[in-house]
């Protein structure tokens, strides 16, 4: 399921390639792994795209921030930002902290949003939410 969200991402990313007045709208993505999402912004970055986050954008789908330009990025009433320690599922697919891969995320977070997760504890197992007033007070509001 991940690996289509993803893919799905990449697709999109293809079809507007080029098209810098096209925008890219976030609206359910519940994250994955990190490499490909890495890729896929880095990839949008590049196709000089603005990015809509119009609903929830959890875990990895957050590397946008640290990649994607802030000032090609809004948000809607609607968005939802989920952070959490970077995990690998371990034997019997439990998660297991993965302190290289928390590091990598921390350090593509740009210095407000890393400033919001120190006030909350930092990057822990347990996901915790940027949205509404505080989150539009930190992005653009879209159109």
Sequence with gaps: MRFRVVSALVVLLAM????AGAAVRI????GGQ???YLDAFVTLRKTGQRVIIDGPCLSACTIVLGVVPRD???VTPRAQLGFHAAWNPGTN???ILSRA???A???LYPDDIRTWLK???GLKPKMVFLSGNELMSMYRVCD
């Design 16 to 19: 507007f390639a080029g098209d």
């Design 27 to 30: 609206a359910n993505d519940k």
């Design 34 to 36: 990190i490499g490909p």
């Design 72 to 74: 090609r990025i809004c």
């Design 93 to 95: 697919g439990r998660p």
């Design 101 to 103: 891969g928390t590091k």
């Design 105 to 107: 995320l921390w350090e």
């Design 119 to 121: 006030k909350r504890g």
